[in-house]
């Protein structure tokens, strides 16, 4: 016996129909029409009627209609989902306002399509966490200078979206970037990188301690969801937005692109290190590039055995062997990156032999102790070198810098130039010298 319901549907050309039988004891109701309509139907009274709809099947199927099995009564088209207003793209004038408003941590501008409210939870200086402690962060590097304060966005074609922002820098955002997607599992906020893990756990709460500060709310729905960041017209990052109510194509956001807090690539071009060894080999003390210049410091250090010491003469220092007997000569390395206003992070050069270096190796880092660094003779009296500045030479010698930075303790590293021949040339030493800085020379 026939299983009711059946439904038969015909598509030729441009016709497009379905037609039902459904049978309740001795009532036979058939419905009819096109396909995604309601369609029309019609109830009959028959003894058998599984009979006769039988009969009805096998017509309708003569004429090309094809079974549907099992079938199912033709019910309305469910209404398609309006488009969320929110995913419209907001207009460029709501969007620099929006901009305005952030970078100059104002509330209360009129905004057709945005709201903004401030929170309490500033961060001056450092870097932030953003996210949920229980799902998935962000570190957000501000340069640590900036006052980085929380805000909650409303789109208000969306209003039940949560956005929570994150003001990072001084600038107003011009263009917006996708980042990377954030999972939300129950709150949503910002912290103080280094924040003990222990005040990350209540909602609406703001987290202090003596160095560290943070707010957390409650999130209003679960998920991974898409972070954007704002950047401002020299592409630094200005802003950060988090939270289900991000939408990338409401901000006209561009695709993922270079991390905008990804440290800068501080490494020198193949063309100034080029230009440092040739003013190492020809003892030229000028400008050698836009970024690069050496100036000559006077006086000699005589080796000793082949030795020259460098670090810390009243703490922590090395013996560098390279076989040499003439005296060392000495130039300061200034990097225009680290070289603010006059004053920056020294890196000397001591100038071991004749020869241009043409590959950079790293010799071993040392740790200041007493805010002095520089290179002397073995066997020289270091008790001596406690001034600023020195320079002693007779026949022995030493070279000796104050660390201009800061007077904390800080790390040098040192690099050793070599020839063509794999042999030392040059020993640059001090707080300025970072092995990024020769990272395409280095071996």
């Known amino acids: 016996m026939t299983r009711y319901p059946i439904r038969l549907e015909m598509v030729e050309g441009t016709a497009a129909k379905f037609w039902e039988v459904s049978v309740k004891g001795t009532k036979l109701t058939t419905t009819w029409g096109r396909l995604g309509s309601a369609g029309q139907s019609k109830t009959e009274e028959w003894k058998y009627a599984e009979d006769v709809a039988d009969r009805y099947v096998s017509k309708k199927e003569l004429k090309g209609y094809k079974r549907v099995f099992p079938g199912a009564l033709a019910k309305p088209p469910k209404p398609k989902a309006k488009a969320l207003a929110g995913s419209a793209t907001a207009k460029p004038a709501e969007l620099k306002l929006l901009a305005k408003t952030i970078a100059a941590r104002a509330g209360r501008m009129a ?61 107003a955002a011009a263009t917006w970037q996708q980042y990377t997607p954030v999972t939300i599992k129950k709150l949503i906020g910002g912290w103080m990188a280094g924040m003990p893990a222990a005040l990350l756990k209540k909602a609406d709460y703001l987290a202090s301690t003596s160095t560290h500060r943070g707010r957390l709310h409650l999130a209003k729905g679960a998920g991974t969801f898409p972070s954007l960041v704002g950047l401002d017209a020299a592409g630094a990052p200005a802003c950060v937005l988090i939270g289900g109510g991000v939408k990338p194509e409401v901000f006209g956001a561009k695709s993922a692109g270079a991390d905008p807090f990804a440290p800068p690539d501080t490494s020198a071009t193949e063309a100034e290190l080029a230009a440092i060894a040739k003013a190492i080999d020809k003892r030229t003390m000028k400008v050698v590039s836009k970024r690069f210049h050496l100036e000559k410091e006077k006086g000699t250090v005589a080796p000793v055995g082949g030795k020259l010491m460098f670090g810390d003469p009243n703490g922590p220092n090395e013996a560098f062997a390279f076989g040499g007997t003439a005296p060392v000569t000495f130039a300061r390395l200034v990097d225009q990156l680290t070289y603010d206003d006059g004053y920056g992070k020294p890196a000397i050069i001591a100038r071991l032999r004749d020869g241009a270096p043409v590959a950079w190796k790293e010799a071993k880092a040392i740790e200041m102790a007493s805010g002095y660094f520089g290179f002397w003779s073995p066997g020289y009296p270091t008790a001596e070198l406690d001034e600023t500045g020195t320079f002693a030479s007779g026949k022995l010698g030493a070279w000796v810098h104050d660390n201009q930075s800061s007077t904390d303790d800080g790390t040098c590293h040192a690099l050793i130039g070599l020839d063509a021949k794999k042999r030392p040339v040059c020993l640059i030493f001090g707080e300025g010298v970072d092995p990024k800085t020769f990272a395409r020379g280095l071996v």
Do not use: Y
């Open 111 to 171: 905004n057709p399509r945005f709201s903004i409210k401030w929170d309490d939870a500033h961060i001056t200086g450092g870097d932030i966490v953003v996210g949920d402690p229980a799902g998935s962060t962000l570190a957000v590097a501000n340069e640590g200078h900036n006052t980085q304060a929380m805000f909650h966005l409303v789109d208000k074609q969306d209003p039940g979206g949560q956005i929570v922002g994150f003001r990072i820098g001084k600038g």
